[in-house]
């Protein structure tokens, strides 16, 4: 395992990110304050270039590379997000990618992705490994890998959305972020300990794949067949080795969202806040919003981790009865 990323390789990432990545807004809902008797802060991330977070580790990742590894370029795999950041990132800093992207992926990332210029391979995620066949692309074309969450860069670039989220509201009592491979809860959590380290953080993944809870209770890296939710970019079947040191390490808690909460969750944000949030997006929302912890009286963070959703799916989810 190579060496855990720290709070001064997230100081590090924001620098590098500055200027390219947006600050994004936090947003507050009175009618939620009011329903919990708590504080409640949205860090928008479904407002940052290519619609998610992914963009702060992918820019950040890509930015490190040295002159070879530019001129042959980079390649990934994800069902989407990390996909479109890399993609992004890899256009503004002139270099080749290439991605490896599941079948069912939502079209609209799929398009999005080949729209920033990336080569895009499909793949059927239910009767294929992504991992291998990434390694075996790498080799055959002298790319660089650079993984969707278990990489120190990719880790420190998403600390960054806990870093300014601190800075825009200060200190927490609780942080809630969206959970899949754990590139965003762990570098949130470097974040937290850091600069509010009374908080107590809390990772929250999809009821359907809670390989990151069982790992969590039991010490070791659980992996799961290929959850079925629609939280796509949290299929994950297992944490990584970089991420799962800093979860046990770093992080209270790991919970979990149902399906139909994810779906409430975004319910609310169309109604009452007036933005779209994919179902990944809301997990960490969910979480809050069902009362999954008590927090009357307390001060809560939750990522908002991204907005990349196909609007009919969209429309589909939200008229549900």
Do not use: W
């Amino acid at each position: 395992m190579s060496r855990l990323p720290t709070y001064e390789d997230v100081v590090a990432a924001a620098a590098r990110i500055d200027g390219h990545a947006h600050q994004t807004p936090v947003l507050r809902s009175s009618t939620l304050d009011a329903r919990l008797g708590a504080q409640v802060f949205f860090k928008c991330e479904n407002f940052q270039r290519m619609g998610a977070f992914k963009f702060r580790g992918a820019f950040n990742a890509l930015s490190r590379f040295d002159a070879a590894q530019r001129r042959a370029g980079v390649i990934t795999f994800s069902s989407g997000n990390h996909a479109q950041a890399i993609a992004l990132a890899a256009r503004l800093q002139g270099i080749a990618a290439l991605i490896l992207m599941p079948l069912d992926a939502p079209q609209a990332k799929i398009e999005a992705t080949r729209g920033y210029g990336a080569e895009v391979v499909l793949f059927d995620r239910f009767q294929q490994d992504r991992e291998a066949m990434g390694r075996a692309l790498a080799a055959e074309r002298g790319m660089t890998l650079i993984p969707p969450f278990d990489h120190a860069d990719v880790i420190s670039g998403q600390g960054t959305a806990g870093k300014e989220l601190f800075e825009q509201v200060g200190a927490l009592d609780y942080l809630f972020v969206c959970l899949g491979g754990g590139g965003l809860l762990s570098g949130c959590a470097l974040a937290a300990r850091a600069v509010s380290p009374h908080c107590r953080v809390i990772g929250v993944e999809p009821e359907a794949g809670n390989d990151a809870q069982q790992s969590f209770r039991s010490g070791q890296i659980v992996t799961i067949a290929t959850p079925r939710t629609i939280a796509d970019g949290a299929q994950t079947q297992a944490l990584g080795a970089l991420t799962f040191a800093i979860i046990r390490r770093d992080v209270d808690d790991v919970v979990t969202a149902s399906d139909a909460q994810l779906v409430d969750a975004m319910r609310f944000f169309a109604e009452r806040m007036k933005i779209i949030v994919e179902p990944t997006g809301c997990l960490a929302a969910a979480a809050v919003m069902q009362g999954t912890l008590p927090l009357a009286g307390k001060r809560v963070g939750v990522i908002v981790s991204g907005g990349n959703v196909d609007l009919q799916r969209f429309a589909q989810l939200v008229a549900q009865p």
